[in-house]
């Protein structure tokens, strides 16, 4: 536990270099050699940066002073954002390949902009795609931001079932079952109640049917919410 502490405080950094070094070493102990520790140590930094960010571990850094280019992609979530701030919701797509800072975009313009980050992944395990995979992030985000939250509102109550252990999602796969669409254009709603928040789905190319149903369903029914919604693939 101490040392992902200490992994997780590099990713806050927003550098990989000094997680690279560490890991290296610790791959080195167990066997593995010096070029296929440091090959792998690259790609764990990777993922872990990636969690940092996905964690809103990074949400109430100050901006990077390192951030260099992207001035296209960062103009164009300022105006998202300044939009979403006058009641006007926009959707915003970033695409690219692996490793080429999608989420480190999305986190940066969240920053600049000072504005509450909600981030959640599609990830798939053995082959197979999570179900609604970026709902337990974003509800998980939520419920820490206000713990309140779900309790409040009679029409979240669809989402409580996400918090009960063994709860099961395959009954949703293919349709809104449950109002669970719904509740969560709610959530999304009472979120940016106060502020204007950016709302991301994260690898949509890992994603389930139901999963781009609800970012299809969000995008078509934000109508006046401070609110930009992103999603990004490869």
Avoid: M
């Avoid at 850094?61 to 300022?78: M, Q």
């Avoid at 600049?112 to 082959?127: E, K, Q």
């Avoid at 994603?207 to 149903?213: E, K, Q």
Wanted: glycine content about 10%; aromatic content about 6%.
């Amino acid at each position: 536990d101490f040392a992902w502490e200490q992994y997780r405080a590099e990713a806050v950094c927003g550098s990989t270099d000094g997680l690279v070094t560490q890991l290296t070493g610790l791959l080195i102990e167990t066997g593995l050699d010096a070029d296929a520790a440091g090959c792998t140590a690259s790609k764990l930094a990777e993922r872990v940066l990636d969690h940092a960010i996905l964690s809103d571990i990074v949400h109430d850094r100050p901006p990077a002073s390192d951030f260099v280019g992207r001035r296209a992609e960062l103009a164009a979530f300022d105006r998202a954002v300044a939009d979403a701030r006058n009641g006007l919701p926009s959707v915003v797509l970033v695409s690219g390949e692996a490793g080429i800072g999608k989420s480190t975009i999305v986190s940066e313009s969240a920053v600049r902009a000072g504005v509450g980050l909600y981030l959640g992944r599609s990830t798939h395990i053995g082959g197979d795609t999570i179900p609604l995979a970026p709902l337990a992030d974003l509800l998980r985000q939520a419920r820490r931001a206000d713990p309140g939250l779900l309790a409040e509102a009679p029409v979240l109550a669809a989402l409580h079932q996400w918090f009960a252990p063994g709860a099961a999602v395959a009954e949703l796969h293919g349709s809104p079952q449950g109002g669970v669409f719904v509740a969560v254009l709610e959530l999304i709603t009472q979120l940016a109640s106060d502020a204007t928040v950016i709302v991301g789905f994260e690898d949509l190319h890992w994603a389930d049917t139901v999963t781009w149903d609800l970012f299809e369903f969000l995008a078509r029914n934000l109508i006046d919410e401070k609110v930009v919604l992103v999603g990004t693939y490869r």
